[in-house]
Structure formats: structure tokens, C-alpha cells
């Protein structure tokens, strides 16, 4: 006999995460949005700017931008080879966040200290790579909820089965 939880999470499969096939074009996307910026930022001469007293923190977002690509890349190969994968979705996501946050920093230091073309292209080629920002949140909810509900069924169908066992008369495994 089949319980109605057990057919309710059967029935959440079917409503769940599109396919593999589909998902992994996605993820695969964010590794080529972001790699556009590493050009850009090697262009700029963060130490030419401290040398000219700029901040010195400068230097350290520069590096971080240049590590956070390959951290993001990282993150997205991963998640195109496992898309159903919660927890290396939100890294993604995270890793992403965190290299637009200190790209639109540096950016007013380009603006400032080197050039204001320079500072546009790299904030267009921001903006490009933080598109698959809203495709990432939505797919870490997607994830988050899916997950949730079939905790839930499983939490439902294990209660059940305790009050089955524990029932007068219940054969005992």
C-alpha cells in the first residue's frame, strides 16, 4: 500500500529541476561571462595608481577580482557537472556576488586613477557576467525548495512508519 506522502513526494519529483542537459549550458555560461573580465583587469595598473597615492587596498581588490574568476569558474564547471548539487550552487553564487562586489569597487578606482572609458567597458562586461546572477538565485531557490519538500515527505513518511511499528498488533522487522 502506498501512503499519501509517499505519493506526494512522487508526485514532487515531477514538478523538481529541469534536466541535467538543460541546467548545465547555464552554469557553463558564468565560466565564459566572467573569463571577459580578466582581460579588462589585467589592463589595469592598480600599483601605478598607489605609487600616485592611491589607497593601497587597491592592489589587494585587483588580486581578488583575479583570484575570484578562478574561483567562480571553479564553482560553475563544478555545478555544470552536478546542477542538482545545493551546496555548489550557493558557493557559485556566493563566489559570483563576492567578485561583483569588488569589481564595482575597483571600478571607481579605474574611473579615478586610470580611465573612465576603461571603467564603462569594465562595467558593462560586469553587468554581462552579473546576468547569470538572477539565473543563479533562482536555481539555488529551485534547489533549496525541492530539497525542503522532500525532507519533508520524508519526514512525514518516517513518522508514519514509526506509528505503524508502534501500533497494537504491528509485526516487528
Not at 567562480?72 to 551546496?87: F, G
Request: charged letters at 25%; a neutral charge.
Amino acid at each position: 500500500m502506498i501512503s499519501a506522502t509517499f505519493l506526494v513526494f512522487l508526485l514532487s519529483q515531477g514538478q523538481g529541476l529541469p534536466p541535467d542537459w538543460e541546467l548545465k549550458p547555464k552554469a557553463e555560461k558564468v565560466v565564459g561571462d566572467v573569463a571577459r573580465l580578466r582581460p579588462l583587469l589585467e589592463r589595469i595598473q592598480p600599483a601605478v595608481w598607489t605609487a600616485a597615492g592611491a589607497p593601497a587596498a587597491y592592489e589587494k581588490q585587483w588580486q581578488d577580482c583575479l583570484d575570484g574568476i578562478a574561483h567562480v569558474q571553479d564553482t560553475a564547471n563544478r555545478l555544470a557537472a552536478q546542477p542538482a548539487r545545493l551546496s555548489v550552487a550557493v558557493e557559485t553564487l556566493v563566489r559570483l556576488e563576492a567578485l561583483l562586489e569588488h569589481t564595482a569597487s575597483l571600478t571607481q578606482g579605474v574611473r579615478r586613477y586610470q580611465n573612465p572609458a576603461v571603467a564603462e567597458i569594465l562595467e558593462s562586461e560586469a553587468a554581462a557576467a552579473g546576468s547569470s546572477r538572477a539565473w543563479l538565485r533562482e536555481h539555488v531557490q529551485e534547489l533549496a525548495l525541492l530539497r525542503e519538500q522532500q525532507l519533508s515527505a520524508a519526514e512525514s513518511e518516517a513518522q508514519r512508519c514509526r506509528v505503524e511499528l508502534h501500533r497494537p498488533g504491528a509485526r516487528k522487522p
